[in-house]
């Protein structure tokens, strides 16, 4: 199969130089999460929901140009497979596709689930407990919707779940955040929101969603048929008191794919911003070490997943570390907090090496 055969032909665009909000309009009207940025006729960019979450401070009288992002392009005839790879390396949502040099179409993360059975054919043998997150970040009912984002922005999704007493009753979408707080207003303050400085009396069970969830023995398939349907990148999975046991994203069903990928670890560090350099030096550091040390007894190809939040409690930084690896033998999970962070993430690690050794 190559993109050509799933890719979105039919595209929207916006003009590198309209305003932000006439392209929030566009991303809600037509139910997308991103848009391929033209001037001139010509592509320069992408623009995503994403981008403009993570951004401090923002006026609806932005011009796009600003927020645009360069992707990494792909050929109309290339494998599917090459599609999945740049997907998961480059952390996006879709990807332009072009013939010679003209933009022909995008293919997203959603083109790929939506043909599962056909691109892996491992995908019906696979149910959801082998490859589900099983420490679930949620919000609750009466969440403030500042303090939603902040969460949506650290797990770097596009939907999270909204729980009532543990039980989930919805799901709350970025878009919605965006759609009836940032369009409302002269001005885009998720800086704002997230320091405190502005208080909007609004909760999470106002704009969620109503829930949707399958179980732990559903296959893949069966939950990325539920992903299309309802045009979510994750999903709940509950027990049969609409408990959550866990959850599955895009990115886990991304990750179960065998892609055929040259010999390494892929790693995967979500959470963190561009401040946080020294993180991610240490991060990079203590997973190279960790992966040379068990390579030996699993071998040389797997990814190693990392979701970071800082918070603050009495005063100090604090951090929350949730992991998972995942090779063609095992999928693992492991998570830790703490005021040190390289003394956080090296206990995590040390786990993952006693559990491999001890299996």
């Known amino acids: 199969m190559n993109v050509g055969e799933i890719m979105k032909r039919d595209l929207i665009t916006i003009d590198s130089n309209a305003k932000i909000s006439e392209a929030i309009s566009k991303m809600r009207d037509n139910d997308i999460q991103q848009l391929p940025v033209m001037s001139e006729g010509k592509y320069v960019g992408m623009l995503t929901y994403k981008n403009i979450l993570r951004r ?4 609806t009288n932005s ?5 645009s992002i360069i992707a990494p392009k792909i050929a109309e005839n290339a494998d599917i497979m090459d599609a999945v790879k740049l997907l998961m390396e480059s952390g996006l949502n879709s990807i332009p596709v072009f013939q010679k040099d003209k933009l022909v179409g995008i293919v997203t993360r959603m083109d790929i689930i939506r043909n599962i059975s056909e691109i892996d054919k491992n995908a019906e043998r696979t149910k959801n407990y082998e490859i589900m997150t099983a420490d679930v970040i949620t919000v609750d009912v009466n969440d403030e919707i500042e303090d939603s984002s902040q969460k949506i922005r650290t797990l770097d999704e596009y939907e999270i779940p909204v729980t009532n007493k543990g039980k989930l009753v919805g799901i709350l979408r970025l878009k919605e955040i965006i759609n009836n707080i940032v369009m409302d207003k002269q001005k885009i303050s998720y800086g704002e929101f997230t320091s405190g400085k502005s208080k909007i009396e609004i ?3 106002s704009l969620m969603d109503n829930p949707v969830s399958t179980t732990e023995d559903a296959t893949i398939p069966q939950t990325a048929s539920l992903m299309v349907k309802n045009h979510l990148h994750i999903i709940p999975v509950t027990g049969d008191d609409s408990r959550l046991t866990g959850i599955v994203g895009i990115t886990d069903i991304l990750n179960s794919i065998e892609t055929g990928t040259e010999e ?5 560090i979500s959470g ?13 550091f203590m997973a190279d070490k960790f992966i040379t040390n068990i390579s030996r007894i699993i071998g040389n190809n797997g ?6 939040r800082k918070y603050k409690t009495e005063g100090k930084g604090k951090y929350s570390i949730r992991t998972k690896l995942v090779t063609p033998k095992m999928h693992m999970e492991d998570d830790g907090s703490g005021y040190n962070y390289g003394k956080c993430l090296s206990q995590i690690l040390n786990n993952y090496e006693s559990r491999i050794k001890d299996k």
């Open 203 to 205: 909760v999470a069970s």
């Open 272 to 284: 963190l911003d561009g401040q946080d350099r020294d993180l991610y030096d240490i991060t990079y």
């Open 264 to 268: 390494g670890f892929y790693i995967e």
């Open 63 to 67: 011009r796009v140009y600003n927020f």
């Open 56 to 59: 401090g401070s923002v006026r």
């Open 303 to 308: 990814k190693l997943l990392f979701n970071i």
